[in-house]
């Protein structure tokens, strides 16, 4: 599918997409940057990031690139305070770094729990909270976008991430009424299964049986996702806020969400 969006709608604004060296965010970085945005993109590994940096500076995007760790409070002010410097001040964040692993709710592990939670709940305020002060709210014009699960029935198979990304949620209602008042609108986007680098980890019999559980019976794009992040920052959706967007062919309607293990028959 092409791009149904005008070239230059995001022209004169900066798109922090945190987690933008690869998969969905690398798709949201991409759009973004071809609408006119200069593009700043985070991730853990330097090399990730170059690959994904040399995509799109071949695309004629202009992009600013950091290694930082968004659990790490110091990594995300020193990463928002270099977007400034580099590109301008953010007018836009992406929230959509994150990931987890599939495990029963009896075998996580403390650290399991924690690094998730961290990574998911904590990345996404401690970047939302720097960006939104230094940014944002002093030039009263900004645009959040939080990635998050589809969490409506909860999330047996990944007890963890279900926790955090419920609480993000939670997080977009409360910032959409607080900083209403600053001109900054938050929403988050639940995805279904999509085929990404992400799931590319994930054994391909469990994706199978998302893809059957899914009434649209395929598993969605990072390029679809990445349309919907476009209206979502665009001006088109400057009335929305504090509402979370399904994208996933109808799964949270309908069929299990993820597998989870049969009962063991010698309990
Ligand atoms: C249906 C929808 C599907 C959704 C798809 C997507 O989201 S696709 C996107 C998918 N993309 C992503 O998920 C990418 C981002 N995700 C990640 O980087 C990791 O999943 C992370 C969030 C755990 C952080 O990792 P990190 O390197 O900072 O963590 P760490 O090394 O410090 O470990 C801390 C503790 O975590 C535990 N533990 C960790 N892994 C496993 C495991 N496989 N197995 C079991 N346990 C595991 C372990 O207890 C460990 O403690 P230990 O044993 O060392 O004492
Ligand atoms: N694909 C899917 O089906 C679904 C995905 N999602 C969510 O969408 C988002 C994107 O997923 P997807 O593109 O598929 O998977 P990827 O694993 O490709 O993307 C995750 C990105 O986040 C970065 N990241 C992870 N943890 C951190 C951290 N602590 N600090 C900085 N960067 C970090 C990773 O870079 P690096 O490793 O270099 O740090 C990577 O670029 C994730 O939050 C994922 O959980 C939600 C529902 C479904």
Redesign the pocket.
């Given at each position: 599918m092409g791009n149904i969006f005008r070239a230059s709608l995001f022209d004169g604004h900066t798109a922090i997409v945190t987690g933008g060296g690869s998969g969905i965010g690398l798709a949201i970085a991409t759009q973004l940057g071809e609408l006119g945005a200069r593009v700043a993109i985070l991730g853990r590994k330097a090399e990730r990031l170059e690959t994904a940096k040399a995509t799109l500076v071949q695309r004629g995007i202009q992009v600013h690139t950091a290694v930082c760790d968004i659990r790490e409070p110091e990594q995300v002010a020193t990463f928002v305070d270099g977007v400034a410097h580099a590109l301008g001040p953010a007018t836009i964040l992406v929230n959509n770094a994150?990931?987890?692993?599939p495990?029963t709710a009896e075998q996580v592990?403390a650290?399991?729990w924690e690094?998730?939670v961290r990574?998911n709940l904590n990345g996404t305020f401690f970047m939302t909270q720097a960006v939104a002060t230094k940014h944002m709210i002093p030039a009263r014009r900004g645009r959040i976008l939080n990635i998050i699960?589809n969490v409506r029935r909860g999330f047996p198979g990944m007890v963890h991430t279900g926790a955090a990304r419920a609480g993000v949620e939670n997080l977009t209602k409360t910032l959409a009424v607080e900083w209403a008042q600053y001109n900054v609108q938050v929403n988050a986007i639940a995805p279904g299964?999509i085929k990404?680098s992400?799931?590319d980890?994930y054994p391909p019999e469990l994706l199978e049986v998302?893809r059957k559980q899914t009434p649209a019976k395929r598993l969605g794009t990072p390029e679809e996702v990445a349309h919907l992040a476009t209206y979502l920052t665009s001006d088109a959706a400057s009335f929305v806020t504090g509402e979370t967007w399904y994208i996933d062919g109808g799964a949270n309607l309908w069929g299990d969400n993820?597998p989870i293990p049969d009962p063991d028959p010698a309990m």
């Amino acid at each position: 599918m092409g791009n149904i969006f005008r070239a230059s709608l995001f022209d004169g604004h900066t798109a922090i997409v945190t987690g933008g060296g690869s998969g969905i965010g690398l798709a949201i970085a991409t759009q973004l940057g071809e609408l006119g945005a200069r593009v700043a993109i985070l991730g853990r590994k330097a090399e990730r990031l170059e690959t994904a940096k040399a995509t799109l500076v071949q695309r004629g995007i202009q992009v600013h690139t950091a290694v930082c760790d968004i659990r790490e409070p110091e990594q995300v002010a020193t990463f928002v305070d270099g977007v400034a410097h580099a590109l301008g001040p953010a007018t836009i964040l992406v929230n959509n770094a994150g990931g987890q692993f599939p495990t029963t709710a009896e075998q996580v592990t403390a650290r399991g729990w924690e690094a998730v939670v961290r990574n998911n709940l904590n990345g996404t305020f401690f970047m939302t909270q720097a960006v939104a002060t230094k940014h944002m709210i002093p030039a009263r014009r900004g645009r959040i976008l939080n990635i998050i699960a589809n969490v409506r029935r909860g999330f047996p198979g990944m007890v963890h991430t279900g926790a955090a990304r419920a609480g993000v949620e939670n997080l977009t209602k409360t910032l959409a009424v607080e900083w209403a008042q600053y001109n900054v609108q938050v929403n988050a986007i639940a995805p279904g299964v999509i085929k990404s680098s992400g799931t590319d980890q994930y054994p391909p019999e469990l994706l199978e049986v998302s893809r059957k559980q899914t009434p649209a019976k395929r598993l969605g794009t990072p390029e679809e996702v990445a349309h919907l992040a476009t209206y979502l920052t665009s001006d088109a959706a400057s009335f929305v806020t504090g509402e979370t967007w399904y994208i996933d062919g109808g799964a949270n309607l309908w069929g299990d969400n993820w597998p989870i293990p049969d009962p063991d028959p010698a309990m």
